[in-house]
């Protein structure tokens, strides 16, 4: 190796780590924050090293508040987050295969539209799906966060689209001429294929579940059905005293489910994006 080119590796690994360092870094001021008081968060926020850790914010803020434990949250959460998920991922999947694969009136029509939905602002919506879930009588549940997810995000369905795109048709062809329905060729032929763009939804319909604030806060009015992105919230008071450890310190813990997550399935994430941007 030259003397050049040891150059250019050292400042390429200078560079790479002050941009890893300054990503990185609202996460460790967040975990330094939860060991801290109240007074020291603000006061010496420059600093990443506690003078006195507060190891008891962790407990404290798991007490949660007014009797409600920060367990019974993390359990709505994770309601409402696997069964969105799952409604979310199963009927974009069954879209995406209808706009690939089978031909009827007006399907460009429809993908267009269906398109067009993911350039509206959530603003936009927000004030029609409330007054329409407050007459069907799904105030103050989950309905409202889970339900829509079983009638397909737009996002996923191109994702899972243009997967299945490039799937050669020749596949599903010769499990129809052996007697499978449309429906069969679909499920043990094509599923299979899929299974990294749809658990790269997965992942990404987790993520966008488990941070979801606006709508745990529009529908849901009992503390006890509060989601962890709500309940975090609550540590904070204007009107009172804020506790700012406890909430940086349930920050950190609602980081846990999400870091899982992550480095259980993140192959199947870069596997399904690229894939799922070739053309058959």
Same mark, same amino acid.
């Given at each position: 190796?030259?003397?050049?080119?040891?150059?250019?590796?050292?400042?390429?690994?200078?560079?790479?780590?002050?941009?890893?360092?300054?990503?990185?870094?609202?996460?460790?001021?967040?975990?330094?924050?939860?060991?801290?008081?109240?007074?020291?968060?603000?006061?010496?926020?420059?600093?990443?090293?506690?003078?006195?850790?507060?190891?008891?914010?962790?407990?404290?803020?798991?007490?949660?508040?007014?009797?409600?434990?920060?367990?019974?949250?993390?359990?709505?959460?994770?309601?409402?987050?696997?069964?969105?998920?799952?409604?979310?991922?199963?009927?974009?999947?069954?879209?995406?295969?209808?706009? &690939?694969? #089978?031909?009827?009136?007006? @399907?460009?029509?429809? %993908? +267009?539209?269906?398109?067009?939905? /993911?350039?509206? $602002?959530?603003?936009?919506?927000?004030?029609?799906?409330?007054?329409?879930?407050?007459?069907?009588?799904?105030?103050?549940?989950?309905?409202?966060?889970?339900?829509?997810?079983?009638?397909?995000?737009?996002?996923?369905?191109?994702?899972?689209?243009?997967?299945?795109?490039?799937?050669?048709?020749?596949?599903?062809?010769? &499990?129809? #001429?052996?007697?499978?329905? @449309?429906?069969?060729? %679909? +499920?043990?032929?094509?599923?299979? /294929?899929?299974? $990294?763009?749809?658990?790269?939804?997965?992942?990404?319909s987790f993520y966008w579940r488990w941070e979801e604030f606006?709508?745990?806060?529009?529908?849901?009015?009992?503390?006890?059905?509060?989601t962890v992105s709500l309940a975090i919230k609550m540590f904070?008071?204007?009107?009172?005293?804020?506790?700012?450890?406890?909430?940086?310190?349930?920050?950190?813990?609602?980081?846990?489910?999400?870091?899982?997550?992550?480095?259980?399935?993140?192959?199947?994430?870069?596997?399904?994006?690229?894939?799922?941007?070739?053309?058959?």
């Amino acid at each position: 190796m030259t003397m050049g080119s040891r150059s250019a590796k050292t400042i390429h690994y200078i560079l790479v780590s002050l941009v890893s360092l300054a990503m990185i870094y609202p996460v460790l001021w967040m975990i330094s924050s939860s060991l801290k008081d109240g007074t020291e968060v603000f006061s010496t926020a420059s600093s990443l090293i506690p003078h006195n850790p507060q190891w008891q914010n962790y407990p404290e803020g798991w007490k949660g508040f007014a009797g409600i434990s920060f367990a019974t949250f993390f359990k709505n959460s994770l309601l409402v987050v696997i069964i969105s998920t799952i409604g979310s991922v199963l009927s974009s999947t069954l879209i995406a295969y209808g706009f &690939a694969r #089978i031909r009827f009136f007006g @399907r460009k029509f429809w %993908f +267009v539209c269906m398109m067009l939905t /993911m350039m509206l $602002p959530p603003e936009i919506v927000m004030i029609p799906q409330y007054i329409l879930f407050n007459k069907m009588g799904f105030l103050n549940t989950y309905l409202p966060l889970i339900l829509p997810t079983f009638f397909g995000t737009p996002f996923f369905v191109f994702l899972i689209m243009q997967f299945i795109r490039s799937i050669p048709r020749d596949l599903e062809e010769a &499990a129809l #001429i052996d007697g499978c329905t @449309r429906f069969s060729a %679909f +499920v043990r032929i094509l599923v299979p /294929m899929i299974v $990294p763009a749809m658990v790269t939804c997965a992942i990404f319909s987790f993520y966008w579940r488990w941070e979801e604030f606006i709508g745990p806060l529009i529908y849901l009015q009992d503390p006890k059905k509060y989601t962890v992105s709500l309940a975090i919230k609550m540590f904070s008071d204007p009107d009172a005293v804020s506790n700012w450890g406890a909430m940086f310190a349930m920050s950190v813990a609602s980081l846990i489910p999400v870091l899982v997550v992550f480095f259980i399935f993140q192959r199947y994430v870069v596997e399904g994006i690229t894939t799922g941007g070739l053309k058959g």
